[in-house]
C-alpha cells in the first residue's frame, strides 16, 4: 500500500455528506474542519455569513456554506434539501448551533423573551434539524444525527436556568430519537460540551 493510499483509507468520513449547523464558528467551524479532513463533505450552515463563507472557502473543494437560521422550518428543509441535491445524500446531521443567554442573571431576572429566543434556537433548531435529517435519513436507510448539549445537563449552577432548560431539552430529544430512529439504521447521538 502507498502512503497516500494509506491516508485515504485512514479517511473515517471518506464519502460521507454533512450538514453542520452553527457550522461558521466555535464548535461548529472545529467540526467543519475535521469532518473535511477525515473526507466528508461538507455543508457549513449559519447565520454569520461572512464567517461562513470564509471558511468554506478556506476549507476548500467539497465544503460550502448555506446561510440558514435554525428556529425557521422553511430555512432548515430548505437546508436539507439543497444538500441531497448537491450531493444526491446526506449521512451526517449536526445540530451543533446554539445562543448563550443575553442576561446572565438569575431567574428572577430572566425575562420570557429571552427564554423564548434561546429556545427557539437551541431546542427547536435541533428538532427541526433532526426532523428533516430523518425525512431524508429514513428513505436512506441509514444516517447519524448529532446534537450538541452541555455539561450544565448534569450539574446544577454551570449556566442559567433558560440556557439550562434548552440543553436539558436537546437531551431528551436526542434520547427519544435514538429509539425512533434505530429501526431505520439512524444513529443519535448527543456530545456533551466540556466546561473548564
Same mark, same amino acid.
Given at each position: @500500500?502507498?502512503?497516500?493510499?494509506?491516508?485515504?483509507? $485512514?479517511?473515517?468520513?471518506?464519502? !460521507?455528506?454533512?450538514?453542520?449547523?452553527?457550522?461558521? %464558528?466555535?464548535?461548529?467551524? %472545529?467540526?467543519? &474542519?475535521?469532518?473535511?479532513?477525515?473526507?466528508?463533505?461538507?455543508?457549513?450552515?449559519?447565520? $454569520?455569513?461572512?464567517?461562513? $463563507?470564509?471558511?468554506? $472557502?478556506?476549507?476548500?473543494? /467539497?465544503?460550502?456554506?448555506?446561510?440558514?437560521?435554525?428556529?425557521?422550518?422553511?430555512?432548515? %428543509?430548505?437546508?436539507?434539501?439543497?444538500?441531497?441535491? !448537491?450531493?444526491? !445524500?446526506?449521512?451526517?446531521?449536526?445540530?451543533?448551533?446554539?445562543?448563550?443567554?443575553? %442576561?446572565?442573571?438569575?431567574?428572577? /431576572?430572566?425575562?420570557?423573551?429571552?427564554?423564548?429566543?434561546?429556545?427557539?434556537?437551541? +431546542?427547536?433548531?435541533?428538532?427541526?434539524?433532526? !426532523?428533516? =435529517? =430523518?425525512?431524508? @435519513?429514513?428513505? &436512506?436507510? &441509514?444516517?447519524?444525527?448529532?446534537?450538541?448539549?452541555?455539561?450544565?445537563? =448534569?450539574?446544577?449552577? +454551570?449556566?442559567?436556568?433558560?440556557? =439550562?432548560?434548552?440543553?436539558?431539552?436537546?437531551?431528551?430529544?436526542?434520547?427519544?430519537?435514538?429509539?425512533?430512529?434505530? &429501526?431505520?439504521?439512524?444513529?443519535?447521538?448527543?456530545?456533551?460540551?466540556?466546561?473548564?
Amino acid at each position: @500500500m502507498t502512503g497516500t493510499s494509506l491516508v485515504a483509507s $485512514q479517511k473515517r468520513l471518506a464519502g !460521507k455528506v454533512s450538514i453542520i449547523t452553527g457550522g461558521a %464558528s466555535g464548535i461548529g467551524a %472545529s467540526a467543519g &474542519q475535521l469532518f473535511h479532513e477525515n473526507g466528508a463533505k461538507v455543508v457549513l450552515a449559519d447565520i $454569520q455569513d461572512n464567517l461562513g $463563507q470564509a471558511l468554506a $472557502q478556506k476549507l476548500g473543494e /467539497d465544503v460550502c456554506y448555506i446561510h440558514c437560521d435554525v428556529s425557521n422550518e422553511d430555512e432548515v %428543509s430548505n437546508l436539507v434539501d439543497a444538500t441531497v441535491k !448537491k450531493y444526491g !445524500k446526506l449521512d451526517i446531521m449536526y445540530n451543533n448551533a446554539g445562543i448563550l443567554d443575553r %442576561s446572565l442573571g438569575s431567574i428572577l /431576572d430572566t425575562p420570557k423573551s429571552d427564554l423564548d429566543r434561546l429556545i427557539g434556537v437551541n +431546542l427547536v433548531g435541533c428538532f427541526l434539524g433532526a !426532523k428533516h =435529517a =430523518a425525512r431524508v @435519513m429514513v428513505t &436512506q436507510g &441509514q444516517g447519524c444525527i448529532l446534537f450538541t448539549a452541555s455539561a450544565c445537563t =448534569a450539574i446544577g449552577g +454551570l449556566a442559567t436556568p433558560a440556557y =439550562a432548560v434548552t440543553k436539558h431539552g436537546v437531551v431528551g430529544l436526542a434520547k427519544n430519537l435514538a429509539a425512533e430512529l434505530g &429501526q431505520y439504521g439512524i444513529r443519535v447521538n448527543c456530545h456533551y460540551k466540556k466546561m473548564d
